[in-house]
């Protein structure tokens, strides 16, 4: 029997209990039994049925809501996304002379924490506390992840400095959330010192907070720190998850250091941790990215022996791996695997293809395949139509580029600065250069930032046409407009120049581009 169908019959079975309770009358259930098959369907995340159900317990009984009742019911409004029925309800415990208890206030602050009004949820926090209510560990540890997810870690970490010992004792799920979000922003050193205070105070971290950690030290390139941190959670007989191990093969496949990688690989294994998708798609990705794909498709194709599935993100990696080394077919052959498994395509995958036929100038197959992604409700995104975009203009289909540009506008999909260079590039290329000035100075006109590359290409058309006095003029607009020159500025100037015999203006911007520092 399929989970969904488990979760389907445990309702049922729950509503019908329910039925049963209201229809007794000798002797009248209690509340309590009430409570429980609720409590069931909102643990099930049957949050309307349980609301459903206590309407009827409120118009078929006499038998009255207790506070474990209501707070069963903020949890449900909470949870459905409906603050202002979560608040009626606190109301109207108030009015019963009901005392709230932390359960239910935590409940309150969650509602308003997950649809990201977390400024409210400290107003409530102080309002409450002001009255004489109290709040637990979990009440905080609520508030504290509340503000991290919303990217204030600054001020999560003063509320942990204003409840520390006055209010409540902090645990280890503060301290954790705190640092995870301080590694998210980088400040990697300060979420070091808060593992150091969490030491200090006897406050045993868990594999989530080393987790964090290793994660923070592997993104701002520090992976012997986060080694370390491994081998000491190991030490002190915290067993590292999966995820542990992952983080550290992911960062150092990233980095090109694929023999690392697997060493860590190994290491896992041997701490008795079997590797997951996650672990192979790292791999896969770090022989990809250093041109390897033939080790990368080994990987691949041991994952079934491993007992592991492949994911729609394993077969990207190996399409967009044999696609960069123009191996398109290869490709191909897997996007057609992909069908006969009945694994989705996603817009990714098809991109990396679409990325692949066009560089290889197979166009017409290349908008098949977009036709197909339309037919899939796969919508294409920018980065796909800048591939046909860029295949178009270096094939001299200009005329076919702007069409399709027109349309790529008229879809409402948000033109890049990619996009853009590409066909004023073309335009150059293919002598079209009063038409790429216009689309330049359009851009210009609607105050798009345009840059380096964009300015040099369209210096390079003037150069090629011999227009010197424009290609300087331009680039004399380009430092008016905050784009620094760079050598490829000089170089396309100076060298065209000299072949004109303009000896004097290459030479002012040959010392100009030594005294820049970029010769």
Do not use: W
Request: aromatic share 8%; charged share 20%; with cysteine.
């Amino acid at each position: 029997m399929s989970l969904r169908r488990l979760y389907s019959q445990l309702h049922d079975n729950l509503v019908s209990a329910f039925n049963h309770l209201l229809l007794r009358h000798n002797p009248t259930p209690s509340i309590i039994e009430f409570d429980k098959i609720l409590d069931s369907l909102v643990k099930a995340k049957h949050y309307s049925t349980a609301v459903s159900l206590h309407r009827q317990l409120e118009l078929k009984t006499g038998i009255q809501s207790s506070l474990v009742t209501l707070s069963i019911l903020i949890n449900c409004f909470s949870q459905l996304g409906h603050i202002s029925l979560s608040f009626s309800v606190f109301a109207n415990i108030l009015k019963k002379g009901y005392h709230p208890n932390a359960i239910t206030l935590t409940t309150l602050i969650k509602g308003l924490c997950l649809k990201g009004e977390v400024h409210q949820a400290l107003q409530f926090h102080d309002k409450v506390v002001a009255q004489g209510f109290h709040f637990n560990q979990v009440s905080y540890g609520t508030l504290i992840n509340g503000l991290c997810k919303v990217g204030k870690t600054r001020q999560a970490l003063q509320l942990l400095r204003q409840v520390d010992g006055k209010l409540v004792q902090p645990n280890v799920v503060m301290y954790t959330t705190i640092i995870d979000g301080m590694c998210k922003d980088k400040l990697v050193n300060d979420a070091f010192d808060l593992y150091s205070e969490m030491l200090d105070k006897r406050i045993s971290p868990n594999v989530f907070t080393y987790n964090a950690l290793i994660y923070g030290f592997c993104i701002v390139g520090k992976l012997k720190n986060a080694i370390g941190l491994l081998r000491k959670m190991i030490l002190k007989n915290i067993n590292p998850s999966v995820y542990s191990f992952n983080i550290l093969v992911d960062a150092f496949c990233k980095e090109g250091k694929v023999k690392k990688a697997n060493t860590m690989v190994a290491s896992m294994m041997k701490n008795g941790t079997k590797p997951d998708v996650v672990t192979y798609n790292s791999l896969m990705y770090g022989y990809c990215m250093v041109n390897d794909v033939c080790k990368a498709k080994y990987i691949f194709n041991s994952m079934a022996q491993m007992g592991v599935t492949s994911i729609v993100y394993s077969y990207n990696i190996m399409i967009n791996g044999f696609c960069k080394i123009k191996m398109v077919d290869e490709g191909m052959n897997l996007f057609q695997e992909m069908h006969r498994k009945n694994i989705i395509p996603d817009t990714i995958t098809y991109s990396s293809l679409i990325d692949g036929l066009c560089k290889f100038g197979r166009i017409s197959y290349a908008l098949e395949l977009v036709d197909e992604m339309h037919h899939r409700c796969q919508p294409p995104n920018i980065i796909t139509y800048n591939s046909i975009l860029d295949a178009l203009c270096k094939n001299n289909r200009l005329d076919k580029a702007i069409a399709l540009l027109t349309k790529i506008k008229e879809k409402g999909i948000q033109l890049d600065m990619f996009s853009y260079n590409i066909l004023i590039n073309g335009l150059c290329k293919g002598g079209r250069l009063e038409d790429a000035q216009k689309v330049f100075e359009d851009l210009l006109v609607k105050g798009y930032t345009l840059n380096v590359y964009s300015y040099n290409t369209i210096i390079n058309g003037f150069c090629n046409k011999g227009l010197f006095d424009e290609a300087l003029t331009m680039m004399s607009k380009m430092k008016d407009n905050g784009c620094i020159p760079d050598a490829i500025t000089y170089e396309i100037l100076i060298l065209s120049l000299f072949k004109e015999n303009e000896n004097d203006k290459a030479e002012k911007l040959l010392r100009e581009m030594i005294a820049r520092g970029l010769l």
